[in-house]
């Protein structure tokens, strides 16, 4: 059975106003230290530096950025990162540096476990990902929660060949997919020299 996580809405509707936890001035807000990150869930995992120096400048400037989305958590009082990783840091880096952002404004996320990876693939368009990450993005969507090829083509807007060579990727080792990532060889030759030698005859080159 599939269930659906708490609104940030609804969680501040059962806890009130006065709670502390959730704030709610048109727009939610809540303590930047109960938002976290789970590890290896951003399909990039990669901060850009220019990105997260630009948002430092622009927020000591006074200026905005859009919300982060956070999923609210059973507990209440823990909000996961869903979307905003470079606003996070950039947040994050300033309270370091002594600036006061001891609230930050989001948006909450409701659905599904495969949504959640949908909103973190499309918050990361602007930034082109590499073959490997857009495999294991993709990978996850099939592995875990039993997408079929035809559905990516239809949500990613792609086509069957497209998404059947980044699949081969994404079935990879570990230790090719780390030799795609650094440049040693590339996805394609890579997947051609695994079909017919498998990890040996990719490492081999």
Request: glycine share 8%; with cysteine.
């Amino acid at each position: 059975m599939t269930t659906t996580s708490t609104t940030i809405g609804q969680l501040y509707k059962q806890q009130g106003k006065d709670s502390g936890v959730i704030a709610r001035r048109n727009e939610f807000t809540v303590p930047f230290d109960a938002i976290y990150i789970v590890p290896g869930f951003n399909a990039k995992d990669v901060i850009y530096r220019d990105v997260v120096e630009g948002m430092k400048n622009t927020l000591r400037k006074g200026g905005y950025l859009p919300k982060m989305i956070v999923e609210p958590q059973p507990c209440g009082t823990r909000f996961e990162l869903i979307a905003g990783q470079h606003r996070y840091h950039a947040y994050k880096e300033l309270i370091e540096e002594g600036m006061d952002f001891r609230r930050v404004t989001v948006e909450g996320f409701k659905g599904t476990a495969a949504e959640k990876v949908l909103v973190m693939m499309k918050e990361n368009e602007g930034r082109q990902f590499t073959p490997v990450q857009r495999a294991n993005a993709w990978g996850r969507l099939v592995e875990q929660f039993g997408w079929t090829r035809q559905e990516i083509v239809d949500e990613f807007a792609t086509n069957m060949s497209t998404v059947t060579h980044h699949m081969a990727i994404f079935e990879l080792t570990d230790r090719v997919k780390a030799y795609i990532s650094e440049g040693r060889i590339a996805a394609d030759y890579a997947v051609e020299l695994n079909r017919k030698g498998g990890e040996q005859a990719v490492i081999n080159v």
